[in-house]
């Protein structure tokens, strides 16, 4: 999310229903519980392979694309062993845990996108307190300008009914300010020269004369915008454990599938066909749907 500093425009809508892949988990969901309906009525396999089959290729899709990504730069992570766990269950006939593993992984992702949806609207909204101009006494003449081009130390002229544009001290004038959205103090607050007033808070009766003490970047709002922002770009300890327990995880599991597969064949003359069907029956509940949904449902509760 990127925080423009001179509030000159609105950042544009963002809604997460309205992302593709979170259109995509809707769809795989509906199709998933049509497909596992059909699969309890008796439904013949011409029904509803098809069913589960659609529902894993619509929800897994990006998670393949991000798979296939990783593994050629060489760093497996979630996303390659979550498809592989999805092919995995279709070759040995669960279509059922195929389709669902697919649409968990993507609803986590779409949890994701709420919560960043969720942040923007908060960053965006803190945004709009603040006016991107501002009323600017210099020598003797009041002209308006961006607050980006206020500098610490001018008068800045706040009428009746606008919001404050700097952070500052009263220098003339009386009025009681709504600083609700600031301090969450729900009574207008009674300002008069020597106190301090805060950008983005609205003065409601008489006309201010403010000393900016602060420029517009450096204001309390400025700063409230960068908190929320840094606070959603940082990964929760949770999620930085899931990246690097992916990250010795799939190989592991990978390697381990395939020795169950091979080694029994090899070293023991064991019939192929059981051990690799094995092998890919342990791929399959190795995959660890329930860590990868954990961390993001956690998040946005």
């Not at 011409?46 to 998670?63: D, E, F, R």
């Not at 050629?72 to 593993?101: H, K």
């Not at 770009?233 to 690097?244: E, I, L, T």
């Amino acid at each position: 999310v990127k925080v423009d500093k001179n509030l000159k425009q609105p950042l544009p809508e963002f809604l997460w229903w309205q992302n593709r892949r979170t259109q995509a988990t809707i769809i795989s969901g509906i199709l998933l519980i049509i497909a596992t309906v059909a699969d309890w009525s008796g439904a013949p396999d011409s029904l509803v392979i098809p069913l589960y089959i659609l529902t894993a290729v619509i929800g897994g899709y990006q998670a393949a694309k991000s798979g296939f990504y990783s593994l050629r730069a060489l760093s497996l992570d979630m996303n390659f062993l979550m498809t592989a766990a999805i092919v995995g269950a279709a070759a040995i006939g669960e279509w059922n845990e195929g389709a669902t593993v697919a649409f968990l992984f993507s609803f986590g992702i779409t949890l994701q996108a709420y919560t960043l949806d969720k942040t923007r609207h908060s960053i965006r909204s803190l945004m709009e307190l603040a006016p991107s101009v501002a009323l600017v006494r210099r020598n003797t003449t009041e002209i308006r300008l961006p607050v980006a081009e206020i500098e610490v130390g001018e008068i800045v002229i706040v009428k009746p009914g606008e919001r404050i544009a700097m952070d500052g001290v009263v220098e003339g004038g009386a009025s009681a300010v709504n600083q609700a959205t600031i301090t969450g103090e729900s009574i207008p607050v009674e300002k008069a020269a020597g106190d301090p007033v805060f950008a983005g808070t609205l003065n409601e009766q008489g006309a201010l004369e403010i000393r900016v003490t602060k420029t517009a970047d450096n204001s309390t709002l400025a700063r409230i915008s960068h908190l929320v922002e840094e606070a959603q770009a940082q990964k929760a300890p949770s999620q930085q454990f899931v990246d690097v327990f992916a990250k010795y995880y799939t190989p592991l599991v990978l390697i381990a599938a395939a020795g169950v597969m091979v080694l029994p064949w090899l070293v023991f003359q064991q019939p192929f066909a059981p051990w690799f069907y094995n092998g890919l029956v342990l791929l399959v509940i190795s995959c660890p749907c329930a860590l990868v949904i954990s961390t993001p449902v956690s998040i946005v509760s």
